[in-house]
């Protein structure tokens, strides 16, 4: 599996943050796995997990939070191409699948928001 | 199957039962302490993708997390190893099921059942209907019934009373030692309490 990482939508100072590790603490913290210099980035704001094939980011409390595709979460599976806002700053999923789905292995293990998936009749 | 951090010091076991476990103070935590030298967001736990080790993250705690002694910031906790969260001590439990007692593995619907035979005014041997050994205490009774029967079959349920010293007299626990139908000799059992062996 290709090596994921988040992309800033606005290029210039905030660097890609790969996410190789089986657990990636971001925040402005140095000891973070992924330190973000940023005023309205928390200490330690939110760490991403590799779990079951799949990534979930996690929000640890911080001040201005954590929203994938706009929407505020605690907790969220994410998926190629997902938009993921910790604090001001606006990331892109980048994670190219090989195959499968990375939601479907996600949501296997209990209480991980499923996002906004709304089943669709698509049989015709 | 979840994986438990077994509680070596005070408070209740952790459970890895879901993608990500935050362990703090904080009520937003998924496993929380409640001790003043356990930060408010202390540490994360995942289990490995491919093995049954759990990977645990330090998130800047102040008194940090040990694995075997061995203060670190971030490590992989195997069956067995030891896992310091602040001064609270845990063991990765090594087995799964197996390790469970039979109180865990029973639905709670059966443990009112189990409660109630318990309750039961009668503490003498009865016949339950549906026993399969006629003078089964009713508690033993409920306890074969929801066993696996290849597991009913061959086991010799014995039922302690434990009786709380609450007025200072009699602090003794009563033995009640039942046999069950001995259709099948099985090593693993133990022999009734009736049958003595001891070579003079």
């Not at chain 1, 973000?36 to 760490?47: G, K, N, T, Y």
């Not at chain 2, 670190?72 to 469970?100: F, N, Q, V, W």
């Not at chain 2, 009668?122 to 066993?147: C, G, K, Y």
């Not at chain 2, 009913?152 to 030692?177: E, F, K, L, S, Y």
């Amino acid at each position: 599996m290709p090596p994921a990482r988040l992309v800033p939508l606005v290029s210039g100072l905030i660097r890609p943050i790969p996410l190789e590790r089986p657990v990636v603490l971001i925040g402005r913290h140095q000891e973070c796995d992924a330190p973000v210099v940023h005023a309205r980035i928390s200490r330690r704001h939110c760490c991403v997990a590799q779990i079951a094939g799949g990534l979930v980011i996690r929000d640890l409390g911080s001040r201005n939070g954590v929203r994938v595709n706009g929407e505020r979460i605690e907790e969220a599976a994410l998926a190629d191409g997902d938009e993921v806002a910790i604090g001001p700053i606006v990331y892109r999923l980048e994670w190219p699948q090989v195959s499968g789905d990375p939601r479907s292995a996600a949501q296997q293990s209990p209480d991980i928001i499923p996002g906004d998936l709304v089943p669709l009749d698509d049989d015709e | 199957m979840p994986i438990r951090l077994v509680a070596l010091d005070e408070g209740s076991d952790i459970l890895v039962d879901r993608a990500m476990v935050i362990v703090g103070r904080h009520p937003q935590c998924d496993a929380r302490l409640e001790s003043i030298r356990v930060s408010r967001r202390h540490c994360c736990m995942i289990q490995d993708q491919d093995t049954a080790d759990v990977i645990v993250r330090d998130l800047g705690s102040t008194n940090g997390i040990r694995i075997n002694g061995q203060r670190i910031e971030k490590g992989t906790l195997r069956p067995g190893d030891e896992l310091s969260i602040a001064h609270l001590r845990y063991r990765m439990e090594a087995g799964h099921s197996e390790e469970l007692t039979l109180a865990e593995t029973i639905p709670a619907e059966q443990q009112v059942k189990l409660s109630a035979a318990f309750d039961s005014p009668s503490s003498r041997p009865v016949a339950a209907p549906n026993a399969p050994t006629p003078s089964e205490h009713r508690l033993a009774a409920a306890v074969r019934d929801m066993l696996p029967a290849s597991m009913a079959d061959r086991c010799r349920i014995q039922v302690i009373v434990q009786v709380p010293p609450d007025d200072g007299d009699h602090d003794a626990a009563m033995d009640v030692p039942l046999d069950a139908k001995p259709s099948e000799p099985d090593a693993s059992c133990r022999p009734p309490d009736s049958s003595p062996s001891s070579p003079g």
